[in-house]
């Protein structure tokens, strides 16, 4: 273990490091002894240390300073060798690319060498993440010549830094090689305050260590981890997964005060959401473009829900969702007059010129920033709006306000997908500035019923018929993936949702009366609301006999596709659910009957399993209480769940008796 005065020593180093001068926290033993460790590991990381040094820039309304990342690594595998040679930098409004050198200390007793990074030939190329362009952000890479196995490899990175909304989390955590010491220094003027917290595995949590010291007119601040094993795969990817630590770092305030409109700064989420509101302001003035079709589309409407409606409609079937970001793009949205000018925009370009419409109708409208439940839970005791990655709308209808995402194709006015709902979204309407939680009517699940006919014939060969209708945000986010699809790749789309899984079944999806599979599956009712006017089917018939012994037959208790709940449940996983079997039997065949209740705060799930004449009865309900599993966090959630879902599975994955009659 390496102590406080060490890491500090440390950090130091790396902050004072030069192209010449590589930092060297290790004694050649403690090396060796690390190394010895990790034999079985591709590669070892001896030190990962970033050191940030900022200032709040009033002219900018950002926290600018220089960033350095040292990284100290022994390869001891060839792959490691082909994966490390490759370096990469980024170039963009946020981070400023400054210079790289590295330093390698081979294995083989060879002279140790320098690497300057301005003599290394770098290829640029620009980021599509999912529909967004960097247009002005760059990523650079370069091949690091003459690393073979065993050697050492000593890396430094700098940059101009840019933290336009905030400080970026900083994740202490393996990038896949376990590592020995894993740092984060923050320096700063000792007049800006700082609010810091930490996510992430309990037991990793437990060992984080905090140190902080003066030092003339400025505070040095870093977090450090020692021992850090390569995560598993036991989470759904957020940046504080078990295996994963993630600090959250906020200047609340400077001594010189924050500025208007600045986001890098703010004591609360109300300081937050006024400075955004300040700093977008004139993105959603209307032009006499967008007035003039504000009134074309709502002319004659006399209610404030229906002009929402005609106005969210035209958005959702006119534009399409593209983001081309320059400059601070990422943060700032475009003008609404340029993206109705365009035809396109990312959410917040669409939410701009929907909000302007909006106003064009004298509807009072405001942005909302998410985070998407993809990305992890919302740390909301940290006013930090780097935390949100979506942008979506409230329009007030004269009642309690109407909730709009202007990326959405197939969603009703008043509905959000339930992804975008798993954390409290920062409100920007004055009067109500901060953080609100999303009411459950607006993005529910809705629910799955499945209606299972059949009959099992004395050959014991199972002949069904499944039947499913999806409602709520379920139905159209099913109707919305079924309409994207070709043809060809529809049945593979409906053998997932409706195929057994547990018997081998000669099998085909079918539509319900001649329906198109898609529209079949649910459509917007002319009430706005999800509905389900037809269902899909899937016919089957079993390929073999079902398992048994002279004197009984054993029926999985699972036909319809069922997701078993998971320790880490996320939001959009909670679809309610009802099941409806009817299964005749032959004469003289007999049902052992069972039934399985498991009741929680946030969930009951209840089977029963019956015999009624010649007819074998499921019924299986799932309901969620959504409210209640949302105010868990992923520790609570384990603990709650874990005895509740060994139940569950391990009754809902056996087998219905039936007893042959002989």
Request: net charge negative; aromatic share 6%; with cysteine.
């Amino acid at each position: 273990m390496i102590g406080l005065a060490a890491t500090a020593a440390m950090c130091a180093g790396a902050t004072a490091a030069s192209d010449d001068v590589f930092p060297a926290p290790f004694t050649a033993a403690q090396i060796d002894s690390i190394v010895a460790a990790h034999q079985d590991a591709d590669a070892v990381e001896l030190v990962r240390c970033t050191s940030l040094h900022v200032a709040y820039d009033a002219s900018a309304r950002s926290l600018s300073g220089t960033l350095v990342e040292y990284r100290d690594i022994t390869l001891l595998d060839q792959s490691a060798v082909e994966d490390l040679c490759r370096v990469f930098a980024v170039d963009g409004p946020f981070r400023r690319f400054d210079s790289f050198s590295a330093n390698v200390i081979p294995a083989d007793g060879r002279d140790s060498y320098r690497i300057n990074g301005k003599k290394l030939d770098w290829i640029a190329f620009t980021p599509d993440r999912g529909g967004v362009v960097m247009l002005e952000e760059t990523f650079k890479q370069a091949i690091l010549p003459g690393l073979r196995r065993g050697d050492r490899l000593q890396t430094i990175m700098r940059y101009e830094s840019h933290a336009h909304h905030g400080l970026h989390p900083e994740q202490l955590s393996p990038f896949g090689y376990p590592v020995a010491h894993c740092s984060a220094e923050l320096v700063m003027p000792t007049g800006h305050r700082l609010a810091w917290t930490a996510r992430g595995d309990a037991r990793l949590l437990d060992k984080l260590r905090y140190h902080e010291q003066e030092r003339g007119r400025e505070t040095v601040r870093s977090w450090t981890l020692t021992g850090l094993r390569v995560a598993g795969d036991d989470g759904p990817g957020w940046p504080d997964d078990p295996g994963q630590v993630t600090v959250l770092r906020h200047v609340t305030g400077v001594e010189a005060g924050e500025g208007k409109g600045a986001l890098a700064v703010g004591a609360d989420w109300g300081a937050i959401a006024r400075a955004y509101r300040e700093r977008t302001a004139e993105c959603f003035e209307p032009d006499k473009r967008i007035r003039e079709l504000a009134h074309s589309l709502t002319d004659g409407r006399a209610s404030a829900l229906e002009r929402i409606d005609a106005v969210y409609a035209w958005v959702q079937g006119n534009t399409r969702y593209l983001g081309l970001f320059r400059e601070l793009g990422g943060i700032i949205p475009e003008r609404a007059a340029l993206v109705a000018s365009k035809g396109y925009g990312d959410c917040k370009g669409l939410g701009s010129l929907l909000i302007a419409l909006l106003r064009a109708a004298g509807i009072e409208a405001w942005p909302v920033l998410v985070r998407t439940s993809h990305v992890g839970p919302l740390s909301i005791d940290l006013p930090n709006p780097s935390q949100f990655n979506h942008f979506i709308v409230w329009a007030d209808d004269g009642g309690d306000g109407v909730w709009l995402d202007a990326t959405l194709t197939d969603c009703p006015a008043g509905h959000v997908y339930p992804h975008d709902a798993a954390s409290p979204v920062l409100q920007l309407r004055p009067g109500h500035e901060g953080l609100v939680t999303l009411p459950v009517a607006i993005w529910s699940e809705g629910e799955r019923r499945y209606a299972i006919t059949g009959q099992l014939d004395a050959q014991r060969h199972l002949e069904i018929e499944s039947r499913l209708a999806a409602s709520g945000i379920e139905g159209l986010l099913l109707r919305s993936a079924g309409s994207r699809l070709a043809p060809a790749e529809r049945e593979a789309f409906l053998n997932h949702l409706l195929r057994p899984v547990t018997i081998a079944f000669n099998a085909s999806p079918r539509e319900s009366n001649g329906a198109d599979p898609a529209a079949a599956i649910a459509s917007p009712g002319n009430d706005g609301e999800a509905s389900a006017p037809e269902t899909l089917a899937y016919s089957a018939r079993t390929s073999q006999p079902l398992a048994g012994s002279a004197a009984s037959v054993f029926l999985p208790r699972i036909l319809a596709p069922l997701s078993l709940p998971s320790p880490v449940l996320d939001l959009p996983e909670l679809v309610d659910r009802q099941e409806s079997w009817r299964i005749v039997i032959p004469a003289g065949w007999t049902v052992s009957p069972d039934s399985l209740r498991v009741a929680t705060a946030s969930l009951e799930w209840h089977r029963t399993v019956q015999q009624r004449g010649d007819t074998l009865c499921l019924d299986r309900r799932v309901r969620w209480d959504h409210g209640a599993v949302r105010d868990l966090d992923l520790t609570e959630r384990r603990r709650v769940w874990e005895d509740a879902l060994k139940t569950i599975r391990d009754d809902e994955r056996g087998h219905i008796a039936i007893r042959v009659a002989r």
